[in-house]
């Protein structure tokens, strides 16, 4: 749906946002737009967005419409004229590229927009500090405070952290079918061993004594996430180390995978979307990382507990790139002495 071309309200903008991918990265930024929204209540608020992201955004309630990337469309002329020909169509008067590189920028820019923020140098790169015209120097180092930032030009000194993600009743109803049959309701912890990089990736093996640990010590089963064939194989690995109350969780999409992390007891992970779904949650987390910093991108929240015991030096091509030796300095009892703490906290760690 486009808006017809007419004169610019200052009350009511029309609101581009530009973080397309990836998936935990889309979650940090749901609090610039829930403040975006806050602060316009009659404003039109779109988001440019890859798949599978648009799972979480499609029914947000601070969101009017997403507006689906094609992945690659920066490379194709034809897209390329394509995306100029839709996004014209909006009028858009501002673009909060949050994201900051050649590709999000660059629809800000084809959007005809007169107004686009993004960041400067050293969170803006490639084509984006050119494209965008206007860019802030954030002070904040987690990428959701730094995100937040963005908005500093509207007078908006001292933004909530809100995530509102958007649970649909038919994802709570397929996780709640899997956790009844179980008999696991309200009692189950969520263990993701997948990774995007092979240098997040925590050895199986301690995933195993880590769900046992959970089950020996506060009766909690576990259940192993995975997604693709490579990721149930090492799910089914898991099961097959552990010695009870293991299993291997269904096939999720992202709404399904939120609402069970929603309804977890704690929800284990190294730093990957599933980990940044389940603290928008307000689930308990433990976040695991080697390869990127947790005072940059981790698990947000006080309900969540994020564990480094070395980094993975180099730039982000090399660390992608490595091995998981700085994973690897992460002991097992440091996951599961983290447990213990989280556990034993009174309150239920959900969000407002």
């Known amino acids: ?49 890859e798949s599978p992201s648009h799972q979480l955004l499609d029914d947000h309630d601070a969101l009017d419409e997403t507006i689906r990337i094609p992945k690659g469309w920066v490379k194709s002329p034809g897209l390329i004229k394509e995306m100029r020909r839709q996004l014209r169509e909006y009028c858009f008067d501002l673009v909060i590229d949050p994201q900051s590189l050649t590709k999000s920028s660059a629809l800000g820019w084809l959007s005809g927009s007169k107004r686009r923020i993004g960041f400067a140098k050293p969170w803006g790169r490639e084509l984006a500090l050119l494209l965008n015209n206007e860019k802030v120097h954030p002070q904040s180092k987690h990428i959701t405070l730094r995100s937040l930032e963005l908005l500093r030009g509207f007078g908006i000194r001292n933004p909530r952290v809100e995530f509102r993600l958007p649970i649909a009743e038919e994802a709570f109803e397929a996780s709640r079918s899997f956790v009844n049959e179980h008999g696991l309701q309200g009692n189950y912890a969520l263990v993701n061993p997948g990774a995007t990089w092979n240098s997040k990736q925590w050895d199986l093996e301690r995933f195993a004594k880590v769900a046992d640990h959970l089950s020996a010590r506060h009766g909690i089963p576990s259940l192993i996430l995975w997604a693709g064939d490579e990721e149930r194989r090492a799910a089914a690995a898991i099961v097959d180390q552990a010695s009870q109350d293991i299993l291997m969780a269904p096939p999720t999409n992202l709404q399904q995978l939120a609402a069970l992390a929603s309804e977890s007891r704690l929800f284990i992970s190294g730093d990957t979307g599933p980990l940044h779904i389940a603290a928008a949650t307000g689930a308990a987390c433990i976040g695991l990382y080697g390869a990127t910093q947790p005072d940059l991108c981790g698990a947000y929240g006080d309900h969540c507990v994020n564990l480094q015991a070395a980094y993975q030096e180099g730039s982000a091509k090399q660390r992608r790139r490595a091995n998981n030796d700085a994973m690897l300095a992460l002991r097992p009892e440091l996951v599961t002495k983290a447990a213990d703490q989280l556990l034993s906290r009174s309150d239920t760690f959900r969000a407002a």
């Open 1 to 49: 749906m486009s808006l017809p071309k007419q004169k610019s309200d200052p009350a009511s903008p029309r609101i581009l946002i530009t973080r397309l991918s990836h998936i935990g990265d889309c979650v940090f930024t749901l609090p610039v737009l829930c403040e975006l929204r806050r602060a316009f209540p009659q404003a039109h608020i779109c988001w440019a967005v």
